[in-house]
Structures are given as C-alpha cells and as structure tokens.
C-alpha cells in the first residue's frame, strides 16, 4: 500500500495496525523519496483461518476409517 505523508499523520495508528495484521509493508512518499514500514515479524500464515465447527456426515464413522480407504484406495 503507498500513501502520503500527509495520509500517513491523518491515520497513523490504523495504518501501522494495517501493517502488522496483513503483513503488507506500507510505502510512504515524501519529497521523491519512498520509505517503507514493514513488520518485524510475519503474520502467522494460518491466523487468518476461519474455524468450522462442522463434520458433514457421521464423525465416528472418521474414527473407523483404515488407511486404504483414507489414502483414496490406494494398497498401503
């Protein structure tokens, strides 16, 4: 993402936050010249998932599934 200065004074404390919950480093121009705010650390690559709490089908049925049949019928 690339803003202004000027953007950046507006909504400091939204950009940076931006930044550490996306990952995406935030460029910054001023008199010609770009500056970039990058995160320290990544964001976890899985934080972004959203849980399901939900089996279609009959879960102990999962439990009682043999290796042949889980490895899409192929001979173990």
């Given at each position: 993402?690339q803003?202004?200065?000027?953007e950046l004074?507006k909504?400091?404390?939204?950009?940076l936050?931006?930044?550490i919950?996306?990952?995406?480093?935030?460029?910054?121009?001023?008199?010609?010249?770009?500056?970039?705010?990058?995160?320290?650390?990544?964001?976890?690559?899985?934080?972004?998932?959203?849980?399901?709490?939900?089996?279609?089908?009959?879960?102990?049925?999962?439990?009682?599934?043999?290796?042949y049949?889980?490895?899409?019928?192929?001979q173990p």
């Amino acid at each position: 993402m690339q803003i202004t200065a000027t953007e950046l004074r507006k909504d400091l404390f939204n950009s940076l936050d931006q930044v550490i919950e996306t990952g995406i480093p935030l460029e910054i121009t001023r008199k010609g010249h770009t500056l970039r705010v990058i995160s320290d650390e990544p964001p976890h690559r899985l934080k972004n998932l959203v849980p399901h709490h939900t089996i279609l089908g009959d879960a102990e049925a999962l439990a009682e599934l043999s290796v042949y049949e889980w490895s899409n019928n192929t001979q173990p």
